[in-house]
């Protein structure tokens, strides 16, 4: 009775196409929907020239073929796909039928959900050019006009007021399954990747005005400028307030409507793409974990919504039209699934036509494969004992400890840093035996205080770079605030210059108990960190080797090694530290040196204790993960083989044969099989209660079921 009441708070012609449906036996509108059923969303991002030959059979075909139960369509804001009534929308003028009601009523009865498309970042220029205050403006006064469409303003009256109007008439017509937003926020470059900098408009510069107490608007953006750190902050409320605001029309047609955008703010999807946009622009690798750190950061940090993590069909911008690798494309597929995800694809135009398909089967193999098996593929845990803290501040120094951690098979959730004492936390952090935070820079006071409690409580930190000497919207505090990591406050810095280094002595081999550590005696240090000094009780290891010469060769030799220390061992009440004084993620993501990645596990198995949950053969090109029923009634390993890589290319991977896998059930196993083929697994069960199991053959992926 309660959810008929809401419903019939909506429009006539909105009821009436929901009942359609419901008496159907077809889709209905389900509140939180994308939380119970498992998705496989296909995004096809429509120009206007795909009307003219629009074809719903095709269209519908398409997607089911593919496997996909839910679509990403566009609707609304740059270009309408429906014959809108408003002003201030430009209509496709290829449009021969309504095409959106179509596609509504036909995926609906196949049972295929509908999220429709809007963009509120443009306005057509004839339209713009009625309404310049809404526009945004650089940094001369000068609006954006790119191949014909203007950029607005967030704080303009088209984001702030008609955008309300556009959905309205929307959500009105069509009984959407969920909104989509693209570009969303403060934009300052374009599809081009020409930067125009913070906007100038009078709007803007009003309301920060207002907001901040009378300063004005920062003209660049540099994190060292105290302005902008209060503009960057001032960009994620405001951000955030328009949000909520559009996310409050929304809820007020249902809510059953998902809300699914680039934010964590007044979403129900928390939208992310795995692509090689940036790496296609830059001239470097695309990130092997992009679409694993996307879905587990999601996941880690907020029990109240799903990721839609999409893996994009195109290279970038520049390459619209040709299809990324086929197996990366996949790989990043299947990294949905591992995480405990469902799966998202995104390309531009329809299926039906694009112009570079050589990866649609590839694509088509992920989705069939979680369809047959999503019975154990949704609503599942990882319970893990490690949590990795991400900050997007320091990115290659997360990126590095991310690729330690997975290379040597430690299984890890990852948590937004600052949703440590929040109330949405799927888990508490001291549900984990180890936290790590790879240069969080930026902490709140009380923040330190939750973390510096977990460690007295049991818990164990490993900590790098300048964690806490940040206040939490970045202002330099110059103070090491975590008083469990067993060092003075006030420390002195050292930035990145060649030839410096990090002596290893011999007692140092003999703590951190790696045998590698025999064949050589020092790592280098070319990044920035800290020179600190001990507490009474806390325990100095590495010394520090100030930079030296490099060249020429008769001059490259050191002087002097001291003993500040790079790394510091400490036990806080119950539970111990693990502190690295200098960005050692940093130094690894970018030369994968051994002896970075042995510093680290040292000082994680040797340490703090810390007993890795699985046991492994497997080489580190095999990237592992674990989900867990909900209900007890299964776990499940998944397993991806990265051998295909060979630089910038990415091609089928190479078997691997007889992986063995070792780990202590949860229950007396019933069976173990492998989910793609369903083969049966013998297992071994060993004295100390560890079952080994052997995978005979690892092709590109795989999932080992256990069944209890």
């Known amino acids: 009775m309660k959810q008929l009441k809401k419903t019939l708070k909506l429009p006539l012609i909105h009821i009436l196409m929901i009942l359609s449906f419901v008496t159907s036996g077809q889709v209905q509108p389900r509140p939180a929907w994308w939380l119970d059923e498992p998705y496989r969303l296909v995004q096809t991002n429509l120009r206007e020239i795909d009307a003219i030959d629009f074809d719903t059979d095709v269209y519908v075909k398409s997607i089911k073929d593919i496997g996909a139960n839910a679509v990403l369509i566009n609707v609304g804001g740059i270009v309408a796909n429906y014959y809108t009534e408003l002003e201030f929308q430009y209509k496709n003028p290829n449009l021969k039928i309504d095409m959106i009601q179509e596609v509504i009523g036909r995926l609906h009865n196949e049972g295929i959900r509908v999220i429709g498309r809007f963009d509120f970042s443009k306005l057509n220029e004839e339209l713009a050019a009625k309404k310049p205050e809404w526009l945004y403006k650089n940094v001369k006064g000068e609006t954006v006009n790119y191949n014909g469409q203007v950029h607005t303003c967030v704080n303009g009256g088209y984001q702030q007021d008609y955008s309300l109007v556009i959905l309205k008439e929307a959500l009105t017509r069509f009984p959407l399954d969920g909104v989509f937003f693209n570009m969303i926020g403060y934009q300052t470059r374009d599809y081009g990747n020409n930067y ?366 001291t003993e500040i220390p790079g790394l510091i061992f400490n036990s806080a009440g119950k539970g111990k530290t693990s502190f690295i004084t200098f960005r050692i993620g940093s130094l690894y993501h970018h030369t994968r040196h051994y002896g970075h990645a042995s510093l680290v596990m040292g000082a994680l198995n040797s340490l703090l204790e810390f007993e890795n949950e699985i046991k492994t053969n497997a080489s580190p090109l095999v990237e592992i993960a674990r989900q867990k029923s909900s209900a007890g009634q299964f776990e499940w390993f998944g397993l991806q083989n990265h051998s295909g890589q060979l630089g910038n290319a990415f091609h089928e991977p190479l078997p691997i044969q007889n992986i063995k896998l070792s780990f202590l059930p949860g229950k007396k196993i019933r069976s173990v099989k492998n989910l793609p083929d369903g083969n049966v697994f013998s297992w071994q069960t060993q004295e100390n209660g560890w079952v080994e199991i052997v995978v005979p053959e690892l092709k590109a992926f795989d999932i080992i079921l256990v069944e209890y």
């Open 196 to 561: 125009h900098g913070i906007c100038q408009s009078e709007a803007c510069q009003k309301r920060f005005h207002d907001w901040s107490g009378g300063l004005k608007l920062p003209l660049t953006e540099d994190n060292k400028d105290p302005v902008f750190r209060k503009y960057s902050q001032f960009k994620s409320e405001t951000s955030n307030e328009l949000i909520f605001k559009i996310h409050d029309l929304i809820k007020s047609f249902g809510n059953h409507i998902a809300i699914n955008t680039y934010t964590h703010a007044g979403t129900d999807f928390y939208r992310k793409e795995a692509n090689s946009h940036d790496a296609f622009y830059d001239n470097f690798l695309p990130w092997e974990y992009d679409a694993a750190h996307n879905v587990k950061s999601t996941l880690g940090s907020w029990k109240d919504k799903q990721v839609s993590n999409a893996a994009v069909h195109f290279y970038g911008y520049p390459a619209r039209h040709s299809a990324d690798a086929r197996w990366l494309t996949q790989q990043r597929l299947f990294q949905n699934i591992m995480y405990g995800a469902g799966l998202d694809f995104y390309c531009i135009g329809r299926l039906d036509n694009l112009e570079d398909r050589y990866v649609l089967e590839n694509v088509k193999e992920v989705f069939q494969f979680h369809k047959q098996n999503e019975k154990y593929l949704h609503h599942t845990v990882s319970g893990n004992k490690v949590l990795l803290l991400h900050d997007s501040q320091s990115k290659s120094e997360y990126q590095g400890i991310y690729e330690i951690l997975t290379e040597n098979h430690v299984l890890f959730d990852v948590m937004e840093h600052w949703c440590i004492n929040t109330a949405n936390v799927p888990r508490e952090i001291e549900s984990y035996e180890v936290v790590i935070l790879p240069d969080i820079t930026n902490l709140s006071d009380e923040q330190c205080l939750k973390l510096d409690k977990y460690v007295t409580s049991g818990g164990k930190l490993l900590v790098t770079g300048f964690t806490s000497t940040n206040d939490e919207i970045g202002n330099p505090l110059n103070k090491i605030r975590l008083n469990s990591l067993g060092v003075e406050p006030d420390f002195k810095s050292f930035n990145k210059e060649q030839g410096t280094f990090f002596r290893i002595f011999e007692k140092d081999k003999k703590r951190l108990r790696y045998p590698v550590f025999e064949d050589f005696d020092l790592v280098y240090a070319w990044e920035r960190g800290l020179l600190c000094k001990t507490k009474p009780g806390a325990e100095s290891l590495l010394g520090f080797i100030p930079p030296a010469m490099i060249g020429p060769p008769e001059k490259t030799y050191y002087t002097e090694v």
